[in-house]
């Protein structure tokens, strides 16, 4: 995956003239979403922004699930158990946001059509160890999105609505992680960072295949944030055309 700035996001995605939009997000809109900018508008906006990186995650898990058309591809009862649990989670949190935008007054952006091709190119590798390592990757990246919009947020309900999924976000990461360990898939289980998924080699990379799925349950005592663009870069790919 390459690292686009919002602007080479929006050339790779198709996007014309008028406003810029990833889904049905309006990425024009967002442009100016800072901890200087805060409004109800900015706080909808990153709600939605949110709202978007849940169905990427919802949908994901979704198909490792039960009657998902990567179910079969899981054997160990514990993994079935984590996809299970993963998905129920990741669209509660989906419900969660739609609710909380409409309780605000917003309207809530609709799903996208999302592809794992990039992330799966051949479903015949698909095992339980594939999918936990994509899943440890999904986590950080949602945990640290959350966290590079909270000083950005006004209204008080916006920040807890973001905190209380927030929080879930980590457990998962150490969740996950665990289970890796404890199934011996996690090869560096003392590595400490702030960065997941990204690596100690490649801190700051955005492309996928730099990432570094190895490192310690507990990695951090605090995490570092994710900028909008830096999230835009990773899911990118995501995004059907």
């Known amino acids: 995956m390459t690292t686009p700035d919002r602007r080479s996001f929006l050339k790779y995605a198709g996007v014309g003239t008028g406003a810029m939009m990833l889904g049905g997000l309006n990425l024009s809109a967002m442009a100016a979403t800072s901890p200087t900018t805060k409004s109800a508008k900015q706080d909808l906006d990153i709600l939605n922004y949110a709202l978007t990186l849940e169905y990427i995650e919802a949908e994901f898990y979704a198909a490792f699930?039960?009657?998902?058309?990567?179910a079969s591809k899981l054997s160990n009862a514990r993994v079935k158990e984590y996809a299970k649990e993963l998905a129920e989670q990741e669209q509660g949190h989906v419900d969660f946001l739609i609710a909380t935008i409409n309780s605000l007054g917003g309207t809530p952006v609709a799903k996208p059509a999302l592809t794992f091709d990039p992330l799966i190119p051949d479903p015949s590798k698909l095992?339980?160890?594939?999918?936990?390592?994509?899943a440890v990757t999904f986590e950080?990246?949602?945990?640290?999105?959350?966290?590079?919009?909270?000083?950005?947020?006004?209204?008080?309900?916006?920040?807890?609505?973001a905190a209380s999924v927030l929080a879930v976000e980590a457990?998962?990461?150490?969740?996950?992680?665990?289970?890796?360990?404890?199934?011996?898939?996690?090869?560096k289980d003392t590595r400490t960072t702030a960065r997941a998924p990204q690596s100690d080699a490649k801190p700051n990379s955005t492309n996928v295949g730099d990432f570094d799925p190895d490192f310690s349950p507990m990695p951090t005592a605090l995490w570092e944030p994710l900028?909008?663009?830096?999230v835009i870069a990773i899911v990118t790919p995501l995004f059907k055309k």
């Open 127 to 134: 095992n339980d160890e594939m999918f936990l390592q994509l």
């Open 171 to 187: 457990n998962h990461v150490s969740g996950i992680q665990q289970l890796r360990t404890f199934l011996g898939f996690n090869k």
């Open 227 to 230: 900028s909008m663009d830096e």
């Open 140 to 161: 950080p990246v949602g945990t640290r999105a959350y966290l590079g919009q909270s000083a950005s947020i006004m209204n008080a309900t916006v920040l807890t609505a």
């Open 65 to 70: 699930n039960v009657g998902g058309p990567y």
